[in-house]
């Protein structure tokens, strides 16, 4: 069975500070995908990145970045000189791959980040 | 190119009263997810379509809920008798195909029952 974890509930910065979400995550599976999701106030899940357990290689996308870090099992992600923009709350994910429940996210319960002006 | 598709965005019935949720994937995606989301948690999956076949329904309350994807292309999902504690967001995603295919989500549709 899969686990995530988001252990910070809420986070609060002020705008241009920079800011980490935390992610742990459990899993059996030897290969498997993880992710990361925003989602605004107005409901949609927006896709932001798909890492592949086999790839530790830390990946910067203008002011994200995620790191990835097989031996502590974790998937942290940094938004830096933050913006009201940033405003939502954010999933992890996780899913096996192969098998029987490659396609099957397991979310974690999000971190509700508010930037303020 | 036009994302996942949901509609109503918000519906408010009394409790035993029927629902359905209509969700359009993204264009040329054979794999449609229906997950709910309770507040303050994350989506649960519960149900996956491959094509018009639902190839996992084992968290579909099947009871009141039922899902159908005719043609492979739309799907709707219902509710009935609807109760209190069926009050989520009704997520819908798709995918390329299924496995490890990142899954694409429309904005949900809130439902409320009283």
């Known amino acids: 069975?899969?686990?995530?974890?988001?252990?910070?509930?809420?986070?609060?910065?002020?705008?241009?500070?920079?800011?980490?979400?935390d992610c742990v995550y459990e899993t059996r599976d030897t290969t498997y995908y993880l992710f990361w999701y925003k989602q605004p106030p107005s409901g949609e899940l927006v896709f932001l990145i798909r890492r592949?357990?086999?790839?530790?290689?830390?990946?910067i996308s203008g002011r994200y970045s995620w790191n990835f870090q097989k031996s502590t099992s974790s998937f942290n992600f940094t938004i830096t000189a933050s913006q009201v923009v940033?405003?939502?709350v954010y999933f992890c994910a996780l899913t096996p791959r192969g098998g029987a429940g490659s396609y099957q996210l397991t979310f974690g319960k999000g971190t509700k980040l508010s930037v303020i002006p | 190119?036009?994302?996942?598709?949901?509609?109503p965005r918000y519906k408010i019935i009394e409790k035993k009263q029927p629902v359905a949720f209509w969700c359009n994937p993204i264009s040329g995606h054979n794999t449609l997810y229906w997950y709910r989301q309770n507040l303050g948690q994350g989506p649960e999956l519960l149900i996956r379509y491959e094509n018009e076949e639902a190839v996992d329904d084992s968290q579909l309350p099947k009871d009141r809920f039922s899902a159908e994807r005719l043609k492979g292309v739309d799907s709707t999902l219902k509710i009935q008798p609807a109760e209190l504690g069926d009050s989520a967001v009704y997520l819908c995603a798709s995918s390329l195909d299924t496995g490890v295919e990142t899954q694409y989500f429309g904005p949900g549709t809130r439902l409320l029952v009283l």
């Open chain 1, 1 to 21: 069975a899969q686990k995530v974890t988001q252990a910070q509930t809420e986070i609060s910065v002020v705008e241009k500070e920079d800011v980490t979400l």
């Open chain 2, 1 to 7: 190119e036009a994302g996942v598709v949901q509609s």
């Open chain 1, 86 to 88: 940033d405003s939502a």
């Open chain 1, 52 to 59: 592949n357990s086999f790839d530790e290689q830390n990946e």
